[in-house]
């Protein structure tokens, strides 16, 4: 897992936003259709600027994803509520198809988790769209359960929130 770089990532993150499955990802991670921009250079590059910013200002920290010098993904833990989720809440997005369902997002889950368990977090927080089912297997593989009622928002989606207690 690295830290944001500009140079680095923004070229991935438009490759795999391009692809027919980039917009499969995003609406799979509960982005609504209208909420997705067209992809562009600029836009990319703000994202990954934001993923700096944030860090900065101790709202969230992520780490892309890299397997064999190719950034594949980013696993985040945003560290102030986002979107109804308590924090501290664990994310992952493998945007390059090819590196999914090896075992990749996992292991950067773990690391994830061992990083908000050094900083003293006893719960992880996250959720997750209920016809996602690959994801759900994954949080399920690392103990998550759920936390409430599944629940539908105002886009029409369908979320369950589940959380991890990091004390066990």
Do not use: C
Request: charged letters at 30%.
């Amino acid at each position: 897992l690295l830290k944001p770089d500009i140079e680095r990532d923004t070229p991935f993150a438009l490759s795999w936003i391009v692809r027919p499955e980039g917009k499969d990802t995003l609406l799979r991670m509960g982005n609504a259709e209208h909420e997705i921009p067209e992809p562009s250079l600029e836009a990319e590059t703000d994202r990954i600027k934001e993923f700096i910013q944030l860090e900065a200002e101790s709202k969230q920290i992520t780490r892309m994803i890299s397997v064999d010098g190719v950034t594949i993904g980013a696993v985040w833990l945003e560290l102030i509520e986002t979107r109804g989720v308590k924090p501290p809440s664990l994310h992952i997005m493998i945007g390059n198809s090819d590196y999914r369902g090896m075992g990749i997002g996992k292991i950067a889950m773990l690391e994830a988790i061992d990083l908000a368990k050094n900083k003293g977090y006893k719960v992880i927080y996250t959720r997750h769209l209920t016809n996602n089912t690959e994801i759900k297997k994954l949080n399920d593989s690392l103990g998550f359960v759920d936390d409430g009622d599944p629940y539908t928002d105002n886009n029409g989606l369908t979320w369950q929130h589940i959380k991890l207690n990091l004390e066990d």
